[in-house]
T-cell receptor
Framework: GAGVSQSPSNKVTEKGKDVELRCDPI?????LYWYRQSLGQGLEFLIY????????KSGLPSDRFSAERTGGSVSTLTIQRTQQEDSAVYLC??????????????FGPGTRLTVT | AQSVTQLDSHVSVSEGTPVLLRCNYS??????LFWYVQHPNKGLQLLLK??????LVKGINGFEAEFKKSETSFHLTKPSAHMSDAAEYFC??????????????FGKGTKLSVKP
């Protein structure tokens, strides 16, 4: 069956522009996670959704970052006024529910964002 | 706070020899621990997980890991390396007691090289 998909796969943008990254989770998965993988910081948690609500936004690095999820399915991560330090691979994962020790998180291939 | 430390950033082995990737964790709770693998240009894949059942956990592709509470370790092993095992491996702990929230905390990763 279809896995987690993300688009675009690559995005190059100029500093100061806004970008939107999209994640399509596996059908029926209620939990959705965003992570960022960068050279200096490794892989870090950004935000997660249970259904359409985001109980934990603590990982968002600044108020330039926001995310939403509609219809309990697709999620969009928006970065406003991009900075060079935002360059990273943004990974999305989904799982049946939000208990990590019970439900495997399935990861998408990621969106590689380069801010010039 | 939960954290994991992967003791080696790079491990190189010859094909057919054993693999040992080391991981130590710090946790205020009974941890849920995972190993993920990331092959080049592919998404993260769950290898195995520990969730307070058997301390020796068997995963896919012949990998296993042993949870040692006294040593706060969760090292990943495989008796005989295969060329296809070359990838980056991440030791991961769940952020909440019992993994109730689900977001994962990743180690910095260990790149495994396999020589013919």
């Amino acid at each position: 069956g279809a896995g987690v998909s993300q688009s675009p796969s690559n995005k190059v943008t100029e500093k100061g522009k806004d970008v939107e990254l999209r994640c399509d989770p596996i059908s029926g998965h209620t939990a959705l996670y965003w992570y960022r993988q960068s050279l200096g910081q490794g892989l870090e948690f950004l935000i997660y959704f249970q259904g359409n609500s985001a109980p934990d936004k603590s990982g968002l690095p600044s108020d330039r970052f926001s995310a939403e999820r509609t219809g309990g399915s697709v999620s969009t991560l928006t970065i406003q006024r991009t900075q060079q330090e935002d360059s990273a691979v943004y990974l999305c994962a989904s799982s049946l529910a939000s208990r990590a020790n019970s439900y495997e998180q399935y990861f998408g291939p990621g969106t590689r964002l380069t801010v010039t | 706070a939960q954290s994991v430390t992967q003791l080696d950033s790079h491990v190189s082995v010859s094909e057919g020899t054993p693999v040992l990737l080391r991981c130590n964790y710090s946790s205020s709770y009974s941890p849920s621990l995972f190993w993920y693998v990331q092959h080049p240009n592919k998404g993260l894949q769950l290898l195995l997980k520990y969730t307070s059942a058997a301390t020796l956990v068997k995963g896919i592709n012949g990998f296993e890991a042993e949870f040692k509470k006294s040593e706060t370790s969760f090292h990943l092993t495989k008796p005989s390396a295969h060329m296809s095992d070359a990838a980056e491996y991440f030791c991961v702990v769940s952020d909440q007691d019992g993994g109730s929230q689900g977001n994962l905390i990743f180690g910095k990763g260990t790149k495994l090289s396999v020589k013919p």
